[in-house]
């Protein structure tokens, strides 16, 4: 039974099923509907009755607006009622705002006939998710494209492109049957603007076995690819047809060979084929869109999908953001009905919303999900396994962090809407003890809407607000809400849209910035180590919450809440999440402290030093005006370097040069001090240039040495935090 809120008054939805008559007189299936929170917390579960009508009834929220999401499903045993199984065994789903004014709504579901037999055998549903790749310091966040609407188009059979295909096409893709060879570069005008098919920015359709789409992943297929694809048709009907059958044969041939004909025929002639519109979608907040279309019952074919979609630019006109071509390389071939289809966009005209991963986790629970884009799971003492007193703080590789950090967080709807938490606080501290600073740095969240017919977007500051409670200066931010004034979430950055602080590590824990010869400081100060920070939440009036479950002596105000981090390093789809408390912590204690979340970062914003000294030989070593070393034969040079952090928190790379070749592999490492010592005769005989095979060896050459040293610190966006350093040195070898 739903619980009251404060104002003791309950939410009331009508829910009216339409289900479509059976010829067969069949009863219509049983069904339950749900309503979940935002956050995805099952608010109610009720049974449809014979008219196809629900009632549901749960608390108001306190905010003037939130969004509920309402599905129509199966029957599901009470405990087994995850909003993750629901969607698995394929309900509906509608998302839903309500207004805190308003006391009741009613939606509307419309289901398949319960002609099991037939519909289900012919029905597919087709779902999937837009998103829009943003690549940030080398790092990609993968947005949501939401309210876009996406066509399906069933692309025709090949049993039905195949008789259409020209005479010369067919005679090319019977020629490269019989003898698989590199082919030349297709004719530009097949491909305007269209770069040929290679790695994908994620999921695709997959033409065929590996090492066929290999072949066919650049204009010309390598030896490798070539004989793999020669050893796939060596014994098939389709080699032994293309040599000696006829053309009607052969066109049978390669109908029953379509995974080696679809990438012949993208290659060949990518705007044969030809399709038709079966469906429509609207793509929800998350970027996912769902629709099913009927395939016929007695269609034995596959089907093959290709997909487009479109946004409204300034609320009125249509702009295709997805719709890439040839159609023939882009097509999703024997789609698995129900199967997931990720489509990724990088129009500048689409439109994206915040990223909305579905959390899996307790009741009201806080997920302090990254430091950037980095996930939490990633981080020494925050789910990373292996966590000593020496790693703490650091990542799993070993690197520490710098520069402005931005935590991430995401929060359950209920806190806002049923529990009265309506802001959290960051602090920073040095070291583990101690008193703590409070984040004060700006934040923004960014929603869009129209204005007068124009795509209009508008900034929600969600803090600092700052409040002074019993003594104490407060420097608060607001839990964003689940839905904007008006309009919908988007992100207009990035990196500024997904952060809830900053933490300018620069100012509060700096490095040294130069180096004495002795690589003492020059510049700076070594401020390296441990830092932490805490995560509290409070009410409108700036009173701290208690998270821990109800009691009535010792936590008369408990509002059982549960802080969680990621138990995964993706933070792409699915976020299963664990309880903070169970996470030990170096010396005790857990990730979560009282009523708060304390982190711990490793902090080392040191710069780094590349530092290269004169080579010698036994007869010398390079002069400081000219770079001249002298040598007598069959003597060595020895090249001396240095990479250097003060706490190892680097790598470098060294390459050496004579002239404009690079004579040996590029050596690579930590930080020390190194010598690379190689013989004369090496050094002039080293891969030389084809020019040069047939002049004689150099006695006297020129030489460089490039030494470049890494920063391993990072922001968690991998940002260029300016801690590299790089030496060079020229010099020349010459007869004593």
């Known amino acids: ?179 698989p060879r590199p082919l030349p570069d297709p004719p530009p005008e097949l491909f305007p603007g269209f770069v040929f098919p290679g790695p994908r920015p994620g999921p695709g359709p997959d033409p065929g076995p590996l090492a066929t789409a290999r072949a066919f992943s650049s204009h010309t297929m390598d030896a490798g690819a070539a004989a793999a694809l020669k050893s796939v048709t060596a014994s098939t009907e389709l080699r032994f047809l293309a040599q000696s059958g006829s053309k009607l044969q052969f066109q049978q041939a390669l109908i029953d060979n379509a995974i080696l004909v679809r990438p012949l025929l993208c290659y060949f002639y990518p705007r044969f084929v030809t399709m038709q519109k079966v469906g429509e979608a609207w793509t929800t907040e998350c970027g996912h869109f769902q629709t099913l279309f009927f395939n016929g019952c007695h269609n034995t074919d596959v089907p093959d999908l290709y997909f487009k979609a479109y946004q409204k ?70 789910g990373a396994s292996g966590t000593t007193s020496g790693n703490w703080g650091l990542l799993e590789g070993g690197s520490p962090w710098g520069g402005t950090l931005r935590p991430r967080l995401d929060f359950d709807t209920t806190l806002r809407d049923s529990l009265g938490v309506k802001y959290y606080q960051l602090s920073w501290r040095p070291g583990t003890s101690g008193g703590w600073s409070p984040l004060n740095a700006e934040v923004y969240r960014h929603y869009t809407h129209v204005v007068g017919g124009e795509l209009v977007i508008e900034p929600y500051k969600l803090g600092p607000n700052h409040m002074v409670v019993s003594g104490e200066n407060l420097e608060l931010y607001e839990i964003p809400p689940s839905v904007p004034p008006i309009g919908h979430w988007t992100i207009a950055n990035a990196v500024t849209d997904t952060e809830n602080g900053e933490f300018d590590t620069v100012t509060h824990a700096p490095g040294i910035t130069a180096y004495n010869p002795d690589f003492t400081a020059a510049a700076g100060s070594d401020q390296s180590g441990l830092y932490q920070l805490r995560l509290e939440l409070f009410d409108a009036a700036g009173i701290r919450i208690d998270i821990h479950p109800f009691h009535a002596v010792l936590h008369p105000q408990g509002k059982n809440i549960k802080y969680v981090v990621p138990d995964t390093t993706n933070l792409t789809g699915t976020i299963h999440t664990v309880n903070a408390n169970t996470l030990a912590q170096p010396g005790g204690g857990t990730l979560a402290v009282d009523n708060s979340l304390v982190l711990t970062l490793h902090i080392d914003n040191n710069h780094c030093v590349a530092r290269t000294d004169p080579p010698v030989t036994p007869s010398g070593s390079a002069d400081a005006c000219c770079g001249v070393v002298s040598y007598s034969g069959g003597e060595s040079v020895s090249l001396t370097y240095t990479a250097y952090h003060p706490h190892g928190f680097a790598t470098h790379s060294l390459a050496v040069y004579r002239s404009a070749t690079q004579i040996l592999p590029s050596l690579t490492g930590g930080v020390g001090t190194f010598t690379l010592t190689r013989t004369v005769a090496d050094m002039m005989t080293l891969a030389r240039p084809a020019a040069c095979l047939l002049k004689p060896v150099c006695t006297m050459a020129a030489f460089s040495e490039n030494l470049k040293v890494f920063e391993l610190a990072t922001d968690g966006w991998g940002s260029y935090l300016g801690y590299n350093d790089e030496a060079n040195r020229a010099f020349a070898l010459a007869p004593a």
């Open 1 to 179: 039974m739903a619980k009251q809120n404060d104002n003791g008054k309950l939410f009331d939805l009508q829910l009216q099923v339409k289900f479509a008559k059976s010829d067969g007189g069949e009863k219509p299936p049983e069904a339950m509907a749900y309503v979940y929170s935002g956050g995805g917390q099952l608010l109610q579960a009720v049974p449809v009755d014979g008219k196809g009508s629900a009632a549901l009834g749960f608390p108001l929220p306190r905010e003037a607006a939130t969004g509920i999401r309402v599905l129509l499903g199966p029957r599901l045993e009470e405990g087994n009622q995850g909003l993750d199984e629901l969607l698995r065994r394929g309900a509906q789903e509608q998302h839903l705002r309500i207004e805190a004014k308003d006391l009741k709504a009613a939606v509307e579901f419309q289901v398949l006939p319960n002609r099991w037999l037939c519909w289900l055998r012919s029905a597919c549903i087709v779902q999937g998710t837009l998103l829009k790749r943003i690549t940030s310091g080398g790092v990609s966040l993968d947005l949501p494209v939401c309210h876009a609407r996406v066509e399906i188009y069933e692309v025709d059979p090949l049993w039905v492109l195949i008789p259409k295909l020209p005479d010369d096409i067919l005679g090319r893709i019977r020629d490269i049957n019989i003898d």
């Open 313 to 382: 630019l300034f609320g009125f006109f249509d702009v295709e953001i997805y719709g890439p071509t040839p159609i023939a390389c882009h097509t999703w071939w024997d789609y698995v009905c129900g199967t997931e289809v990720t489509l990724f966009t990088t129009s500048p005209f689409a439109i994206t919303c915040a990223p909305c991963p579905p959390v899996i986790g307790p009741e009201n629970w806080v997920l302090f999900m990254a430091m950037g884009n980095t996930s939490l799971k990633a981080i020494q003492g925050a």
